[in-house]
């Protein structure tokens, strides 16, 4: 038996690090969706895709610590969660500008 941090075996050790990483991504999605009502359309878009990414890792950490799935399968949905956020901040739109600038 492995013991981590606090006595906890690796596997259950594991399992609580990937619930609080999903909390923590929770907490930051909570604390953003007040803001995306101030945002025009378009920003709110965007941002409602940010997010959405990082509700779907929240959940692929909570399925990493149920056993769902594994240590690789969770680094490749990360990876690819990562490289989705990359797609879309390469796709923003440029800025457009109003008779007021």
Partial sequence: M???????????????RALQAAEMLDEVVDSQLPLVT????????????????????????????????????????????VARLEQLSKHRSPARLTEQD
């Avoid at 492995?2 to 609580?16: A, P, Q």
């Avoid at 965007?46 to 890792?57: F, I, N, Q, W």
């Avoid at 929240?58 to 990876?79: K, P, S, T, V």
Wanted: hydrophobic fraction near 35%.
């Fill in 2 to 16: 492995v013991l981590g941090i606090g006595g906890l075996t690796g596997k259950k050790w594991h399992s609580r």
């Fill in 38 to 81: 101030e945002l025009s359309e378009e920003s709110r878009r965007r941002s409602a895709e940010y997010l959405s990414e990082l509700v779907m890792l929240a959940q692929d950490y909570r399925h990493f610590a149920a056993g769902w799935i594994d240590q690789a399968e969770l680094e490749r949905r990360g990876n690819a969660t």
